[in-house]
């Protein structure tokens, strides 16, 4: 078996083929960019099946040419089998998410240097009221004035924030998730659009309005302004108005969400964004 190898790409250095050689690392390195582990199989085998192609004496030429262009075309394919075979199985063990809304696809593939619509931030913050102070999760928000305060610390919901006024149906969140290093904010942005738009168990038509990086408070974020249909219990849909602010620390990432119904959204606008822009870490 060892012999069979160094007769073929293997051996070309002891053989001082120096070109072959090259030709192998080269292979290997462009194949793994292109397409990871899968690249480099496919290449390395198409690299060796050309090579003993082209040595083998008894060959003509257009056999030679033949051949090589089946060794490439099978190289090929052989990667894209791996690749997609891997993809497969991550997906399936539940490491490779794929976004299957076209809000969390329009998040994910978004250009990091698109422009968002900024806050409509008032200089008067007497509608807000003093900070609420969360230590134990280590941030800080100054919520509308009077609205009620629940703590509520499930499923990654820490406090929701209300308006009392019970014919407007007016609110502010803040969400915590965890297990987040590997993500990027914009990837995280993606993943909870991708959870909004998938809780209900029914479409919401979540609609992208304007979304992009911001800094608050000297704290990268990523705001991604929509619109929803609510469902109701009838089976219809409510048209609603939304916000979310998405911050990341260390493993964890923060959602600082603001929504009220769309034919109040235009009076509730500058101060829920005044709202949310006071956020900020301990």
């Given at each position: 078996m060892y012999d069979y190898f160094m007769e073929g790409i293997s051996g070309a250095y002891q053989r001082k083929e120096y070109g072959w050689f090259a030709a192998t690392i080269l292979v290997v390195i462009f194949g793994a960019k292109l397409a990871g582990i899968g690249g480099s199989v496919g290449g390395i085998l198409a690299l060796e099946g050309i090579y003993r192609t082209l040595k083998n004496q008894s060959y003509s030429t257009g056999k030679k040419?033949?051949?090589?262009?089946?060794?490439?075309?099978?190289?090929?394919?052989?990667?894209?089998?791996?690749?997609?075979?891997?993809?497969?199985?991550?997906?399936?063990?539940?490491?490779?998410?794929?976004p299957s809304t076209d809000a969390a696809q329009q998040v994910l593939n978004a250009a990091t240097t698109q422009a968002t619509v900024p806050f409509a931030i008032s200089t008067d913050?007497?509608?807000?009221?003093?900070?609420?102070?969360?230590?134990?999760?280590?941030?800080?928000?100054?919520?509308?004035?009077?609205?009620?305060?629940?703590e509520v610390g499930t499923d990654g919901l820490v406090v929701q924030f209300d308006d009392p006024n019970?014919?407007?149906?007016?609110?502010?969140?803040?969400?915590?998730?965890?297990?987040?290093?590997?993500?990027?904010?914009?990837?995280?942005?993606?993943?909870?659009?991708?959870?909004?738009?998938?809780?209900?168990?029914?479409?919401?038509?979540?609609?992208i309005l304007s979304q992009g990086p911001i800094e608050i408070n000297g704290q990268s974020a990523y705001k991604v302004e929509y619109s929803y249909l609510y469902p109701m219990p009838d089976g219809s849909g409510k048209p609603f108005h939304a916000i979310s602010v998405f911050f990341k620390q260390g493993d964890k990432g923060y959602v600082v969400f603001a929504t009220a119904q769309e034919e109040t959204w235009a009076s509730y606008k500058q101060l829920m964004e005044s709202s949310l822009s006071t956020f900020s870490f301990l």
């Open positions: 040419v033949l051949f090589s262009l089946g060794y490439t075309v099978a190289g090929v394919a052989l990667a894209a089998v791996i690749v997609f075979a891997f993809i497969f199985l991550f997906q399936k063990m539940g490491w490779v998410t794929q913050n007497s509608n807000l009221a003093n900070a609420y102070i969360n230590t134990r999760e280590g941030f800080e928000i100054r919520q509308p004035k009077d609205w009620t305060i629940e019970q014919n407007i149906f007016a609110l502010e969140t803040v969400s915590i998730d965890t297990g987040l290093s590997k993500y990027s904010l914009q990837e995280f942005a993606a993943g909870a659009m991708e959870g909004f738009a998938t809780a209900s168990g029914k479409d919401q038509q979540v609609k």
